[in-house]
């Protein structure tokens, strides 16, 4: 896995223009990926691309003081090369989103969470 980890914000902009609620969910994703990063380290190798996306809505159309978050959602896409990989990290996107990451613990206490997960095998389907 190594630390090969790039930031990659949709609007093209650098990290250090976030406004308070966008480094909100840009630390949630960062949390939950060091998170599985962490978990996977003790059992393979052989994850090719770990890709996390949070969103945030808001309770305005705008962003003023006064927005809230009303939901989030996670996207968890992984490449692996086996099943067996799949399995393993299946795991632990589990684990962390449902139990070590504390900020998705946080913000499930701030406005509902959902989740998807994509787990791609690209190489042999068995060891």
């Known amino acids: ?5 790039r930031f990659m914000l949709d609007n093209g902009e650098p990290l250090e ?3 308070p609620k966008e480094l909100f969910l ?18 393979t190798k052989d994850i090719s691309n770990l ?5 945030g809505t ?5 962003l003023v003081a006064e927005s809230r ?8 896409r992984v490449e692996c090369r086996t099943l067996k990989d799949q399995i393993v990290v299946s795991r632990a996107i589990n684990l962390a ?7 998705l613990q946080m913000a499930r206490k701030i406005a509902p969470l959902t ?8 190489g042999e389907t068995e060891e």
């Open 17 to 19: 223009s976030l406004n």
């Open 97 to 103: 989103h449902e139990k070590y990451c504390g900020l």
């Open 69 to 76: 978050f009303t939901s989030f959602n996670i996207v968890y």
């Open 51 to 55: 890709s996390i996306t949070v969103e």
């Open 26 to 43: 840009f630390a949630t994703g960062e949390c939950a990926g060091l998170t599985i990063t962490h978990l996977l380290n003790e059992h």
């Open 115 to 122: 989740h998807e997960t994509s787990i791609v095998t690209t």
């Open 58 to 62: 808001l309770s305005t159309p705008t």
């Open 1 to 5: 896995m190594g630390s090969n980890r």
